[in-house]
């Protein structure tokens, strides 16, 4: 029996690549939403544009929505453009789908862990710690969040909180690809910003089964984190990444690239994942980074 139609917004950047591809293995139809140059599978739509998206989600007829189109790179020199698309996107699809009373089974919306900010005397964040944004990206996705719930009554949504994750083909330009690129062309320094700093890492094929499980799920009207629940130091990733390459890299703090506001601990507690859909990760960080070092 043929699943139900899934449109898959971000489906063309590196999380939606997985989370369609850990779809199709499970029989769903997916219908990508894309900026520009549509593939045969997919249609253009601007997010920000209201009518534009209207017209869109009547012709595809979506039974559910993954909503994962955003402006995710912290050091994203358009602060405005992070308002405009988290916040004014997520909520044009929801007043299109109320609007056109499309009949969904779910809608989950991706938000980000970095609205949890520099929490005090908190190792593990559930999803009951009190947000505190230090930069656009995270206050953007935490105002995306205080208008998706509105809409928590009149439709089917999930609100997910992701920390970060990793995986082969995320751009250089997030940290540790940056990283493993420089050993994959065996570079003998680094210039890096602040390494005082640990995070709760996952595997980007972990994240994409985690989004499946959720909208398998029964769960509505959720926040939840999606995290593996283990934290690493960022000296920690660079020791393992060195040691699966076989040298040694030596690291330069550059002042250009240290943040102000930085988080300084960001680790998850992935309880409430487990307990919504039984889903638990399958790839330790170890295997994550041995697949990305071996990627071609």
């Not at 609100?159 to 940290?175: A, C, E």
Request: charged share 25%; proline share 3%; net charge neutral.
């Amino acid at each position: 029996m043929k699943k139900e139609k899934v449109l898959l917004t971000g489906v063309d950047g590196f999380t939606g690549k997985y989370v369609k591809k850990a779809l199709l293995e499970k029989g769903y139809e997916v219908i990508g939403l894309v900026h520009n140059n549509p593939s045969i599978d997919e249609v253009r739509c601007d997010i920000t544009d209201k009518e534009a998206l209207q017209r869109c989600l009547k012709q595809v007829k979506p039974s559910a929505i993954i909503h994962l189109a955003a402006l995710s790179f912290v050091g994203h020199s358009d602060e405005k453009a992070f308002y405009d698309v988290n916040v004014f996107g997520a909520t044009n699809i929801l007043e299109a789908v109320h609007s056109l009373e499309l009949d969904l089974n779910k809608i989950i919306v991706a938000s980000s862990a970095n609205i949890y900010g520099n929490p005090e005397n908190v190792t593990r964040i559930d999803e009951r710690v009190q947000p505190s944004p230090v930069n656009h990206y995270a206050m953007s996705k935490l105002a995306m969040e205080f208008m998706v719930k509105n809409w928590f009554e009149k439709l089917p949504i999930i609100i997910t909180r992701p920390f970060n994750y990793t995986g082969s083909g995320q751009d250089n330009k997030f940290l540790i690809p940056k990283i493993v690129s420089h050993f994959k062309e065996n570079k003998k320094t680094i210039e890096l910003g602040n390494i005082d700093v640990s995070r709760d890492f996952s595997d980007v094929r972990d994240i994409a089964n985690a989004y499946v499980a959720l909208l398998e799920s029964d769960a509505n009207s959720e926040i939840v984190n999606l995290c593996s629940g283990s934290v690493y130091s960022l000296k920690e990733m660079i020791s393992n990444i060195g040691k699966l390459a076989g040298y040694e890299i030596k690291i330069k703090v550059n002042p250009a690239f240290v943040r102000n506001n930085e988080i300084k601990v960001l680790g998850g507690d992935n309880t409430k994942l487990t307990k919504l859909t039984g889903f638990r990760p399958s790839y330790s960080i170890e295997q994550t980074l041995k697949d990305m070092l071996n990627a071609n």
